[in-house]
């Protein structure tokens, strides 16, 4: 059974930084893509990062560039998204998602087979 475990969400001040954390079990993704989505209260989840297991390449949406990176740990078989920067935009469930294929498709959430249950990431101004 694949089991996606994230941790590390909290409540943050605007301008603090966060480090997210993704634990996989039940299987490796080394070819395929591993990503986190957002959600906010009433509004749809969004793709926030992605990063392709066998290259490393990694992708971002533009509200994150440049104050999220995502990496991963191929020995703990973990993905992580250090957040820096932290605004009141950027409070919601955060999800780790990852599916065995590195489709050149990674922004949707219909591109992934797996999804963890959501750390939430809370901050205030």
């Known amino acids: 059974q694949v089991r996606l475990v994230e941790s590390g969400g909290g409540l943050v001040q605007a301008g603090d930084s966060l480090r997210l954390s993704c634990a996989a079990s039940?299987?490796?993704?080394?070819?395929?893509?591993m990503g986190w989505f957002r959600q906010a209260p009433g509004k749809e989840r969004e793709w926030v990062a992605a990063i392709r297991w066998s290259s490393e390449s990694t992708y971002y949406a533009d509200s994150v560039k440049g104050r999220f990176t995502i990496s991963r740990n191929n020995t703990e078989n973990a993905v992580y998204l250090q957040m820096n920067s932290l605004g009141p935009d950027d409070a919601a469930v955060y999800f780790c998602?990852?599916?065995?294929?590195?489709?050149?498709?990674?922004?949707?959430?219909?591109?992934?087979?797996?999804w963890g249950q959501g750390t939430q990431v809370t901050v205030s101004s």
């Open positions: 039940g299987r490796t993704f080394r070819y395929g893509v």
């Open positions: 998602a990852a599916d065995p294929h590195s489709t050149w498709s990674l922004r949707t959430v219909g591109d992934y087979t797996y």
